[in-house]
């Protein structure tokens, strides 16, 4: 079993910048990659990023040019780094783990951010 703690989520201006962390703990070795979905209000849950152990990233087009995604493997931890945030980047964040970066297997209870001014 995998457990994903997420951190790192607030309140932040339109404009802002935000760093999103995660960690893995347990039995990884099913794990060969992470990544981050997010969930706003109303609407269904979507991927932002993911990268696997070897360092391959893939990012939706949402995060292209403003999210940026890495990690760690000897820390087991992932992070999100979140540039001019907006309105419409308020959600539930949610760490992910997988045996690739297409497929989710564990997930995190999510962390909130909330873009208002």
């Known amino acids: 079993q995998v457990h994903l703690v997420e951190s790192g989520g607030g309140l932040v201006q339109p404009g802002g910048s935000l760093k999103l962390s995660c960690a893995a703990s347990?039995?990884?070795?099913?794990?060969?990659?992470m990544g981050w979905y997010r969930q706003a209000p109303g609407k269904e849950r979507e991927s932002v990023a993911a990268?696997?152990?070897?360092?391959?990233?893939v990012d939706s087009d949402l995060a292209k040019g403003r999210f940026y995604i890495s990690g760690d493997n000897a820390r087991k931890e992932i992070y999100l780094q979140m540039h001019n945030l907006n309105f419409e980047d308020t959600a539930v964040y949610f760490c992910t783990a997988g045996p690739n970066v297409g497929a989710v297997r564990y997930w995190g209870q999510g962390t909130q951010v909330t873009v208002s001014s």
């Open positions: 347990g039995v990884t070795t099913d794990v060969h990659a």
């Open positions: 990268i696997a152990r070897d360092g391959y990233t």
